[in-house]
């Protein structure tokens, strides 16, 4: 099992932090925004006396208002074919365990979602990285490079859209090529759709959505970024695959139920009203405007704009993110304050890939952000590694 | 992944439920009991507005406090020492992903909790079974049926105590004879301690005291059955050898968090006094002592006293209890009435044990278990497959 790539910069933030630094955290995907109230509320509110075991699939009730809010997002799913997770995370895990036998392989475009790695050494599956590139603004790699990394193993094509860590949305044409591709080669489509509800240029296609292709498209779910509620632990895994849902309902048996608090936050969550997102788009936006801009006003560093989620992969003008990113923390300050980000190391499967890149969550208002740019603007001016 | 041996009752108690008969629950281990009040209270009244991930260990202040409660109960444990999981579910997966290769094996005294059977799948692992026999009632096997079955691949031997399903309580020697088989033959002991509060006749030994096997000793516990929180989905795997807390954290990072809100309540709960088990444990052994003298009294009938939990296993003067209870369901009533068990096939590794018997969780009040008994006695007189 590999350690997280962002945890072996904590030490150096702690330090920071004792010596009296305020240290602006852009290094994880930690929404500063609040849980919806009416949400919490219906946790504080409930009156059952024995904390039962839910139904092993989720409960009934939220499962179909679940069920609701994909049919208003346009995907037409039964509440039967929704299996509600322990997050986002054990969804994958069931994923790759029931879709995948061991040694069999996932192609993931990357950078990725650096916990992929971890589900896949848990589940014994191979992952097969493609790289996209940032001056490609990480669009689809060609079907030819697809294609050369197809072999007997394969099984899978996982995607997360709108992207972690890259935010880049894909774009109509691009499902397309990948509904074409796993049609072509029998494969599954693992979408990763954690930040539906977070795009800003340019339309949500949902892998739901793409047609011939429904036994094979598996759906990853999570209520974390959605509502803000990243400690809930409710996801859910998505599939008109009956005979996955049949195996997927085998593992959801075994640990026996998901959390039940969290799932009544979500189940009222479901009830917010259709606007109840332009608030925070709207702040999502602004913030990603601010970034963006501020990052590509800076000598050598650029940021492609991105479509959705909320990360944005820079490079910068440095020897070596990993450095950088250490260095930012223990040997630097401006005006007391000091910013903490993710070299993008972490997020490639292929050695040496993204060490001038780094990611950034705009998780911070914008003044907080402008503060950080001031930080990440002074440090390149004097790190002592700057190319 | 097998499927659970519960499940496939569960049609027919629904068909029975439909057609008005009454189905006394004595098939799965969810308390009646009330959870208390106390911890829920501290559910209803957190007043934070945003529902973060927690530290990926759990929540210091839950771990200290987790430490205080194992204190008092005579365990020597550090905060640090604890990692808290979703459930115990996830304790034993994390044990045994990070303790084990896939192909590795461990030896589990049968009959055992099914699911573990899910999670060495899961975790590639292969389970051994090694008989314990009703008439010995559950007694652990001797040690040499134990180095019959250690290989090269042998990496541990996993036990629960008080044991689900049987309710066999380990005696001091018992627990001894283990120590020294780990340590002959360099092995872990993964115990499974969820039912540590609950025991009626005879000391509870915990793993963790054994001494000379700190490194190997894993223990598997939950909040689950001790505070009657099934839904809350949290357990914690403890362990003094620190190479294997690095390695289960890095599992702890990759699925990000446990769940916040039951964390609220498991450190709410150690906060209750010394007797609040008291109340609990009586409740217990009431209906442990009426299911038992009833199932005693019944004509080919054999219940051996369990010593702990709320489990006991019954022999029955039929052809198979795989029939048995389906037609119990199927095909029987009393006093428009019936009464739900679980075959003990599921719960042997070895093909074709159990087939006589069953296992009853005395999760019901003495009245109703009291009406469930009745069916039962009634049953067996008029079952077709009598032997």
């Not at 059952?48 to 092993?56: A, D, N, R, T």
């Not at 061991?102 to 848990?122: K, L, M, Q, R, T």
């Not at 780094?358 to 503060?371: E, G, M, P, S």
Request: charged letters at 25%; glycine letters at 8%; hydrophobic letters at 40%.
């Amino acid at each position: 099992m590999p350690a997280s790539p962002i945890r072996k910069l904590v030490p150096y933030a702690e330090a920071a932090k004792k010596r009296g630094v305020k240290v602006y955290h852009l290094n994880i995907g930690q929404p500063d925004i609040e849980t919806p109230k009416m949400a919490l509320d219906a946790v504080r509110n409930f009156d059952f006396k024995v904390l039962e075991y839910s139904h092993s699939a989720g409960n009934e009730s939220y499962r179909k208002k679940l069920s609701a809010y994909y049919k208003r997002a346009g995907m037409d799913i039964d509440y039967q074919q929704i299996i509600v997770t322990t997050g986002g995370s054990e969804a994958i895990l069931f994923a790759f365990m029931s879709c995948l036998d061991a040694g069999d392989e996932v192609i993931i475009p990357e950078p990725f979602y650096a916990n992929y790695n971890g589900f896949a050494v848990s589940a014994g599956v191979v992952v097969k990285p493609l790289t996209s590139y940032i001056d490609k603004g990480f669009s689809l790699p060609p079907v030819a490079e697809f294609e050369k990394l197809i072999g007997p193993r394969t099984r899978g094509i996982m995607i997360c859209n709108p992207n972690n860590p890259t935010g880049y949305l894909y774009s109509r044409e691009e499902m397309e090529t990948l509904r074409q591709l796993i049609l072509k080669h029998d494969l599954y489509l693992f979408a990763d759709e954690a930040y539906r509800d977070f795009c800003y240029t340019g339309e949500h296609i949902a892998s739901l959505n793409l047609k011939g292709v429904e036994d094979r498209v598996v759906m990853i779910d999570t209520i974390s970024k959605r509502y803000s509620a990243c400690g809930g632990r409710i996801g859910a895994l998505v599939t008109r695959n009956q005979d996955l849902l049949d195996t997927v309902l085998k593992f959801a048996q075994a640990r026996l139920s998901p959390p039940s608090f969290a799932q009544i936050l979500g189940e009222a969550a479901t009830d917010l009203p259709a606007d109840y997102f332009d608030a925070t788009k709207a702040e999502y936006l602004k913030r990603r405007d601010v970034l963006v801009s501020r990052l590509n006003a800076i000598p050598g560093v650029f940021c492609p704009n991105p479509g959705g989620a909320f990360y944005a992969m820079a490079s910068l003008p440095v020897d070596d993110t990993d450095k950088f990113c250490q260095w930012i923390l223990e040997s630097f300050s401006y005006d007391n304050q000091t910013v903490m980000l993710a070299p993008a190391g972490g997020f490639y499967g292929t050695p040496g890939l993204g060490q001038k890149e780094i990611r950034l969550a705009y998780v911070l208002n914008t003044d907080a952000l402008h503060k950080a740019m001031d930080c990440l603007e002074k440090a390149l001016e004097k790190y002592p590694g700057k190319i």
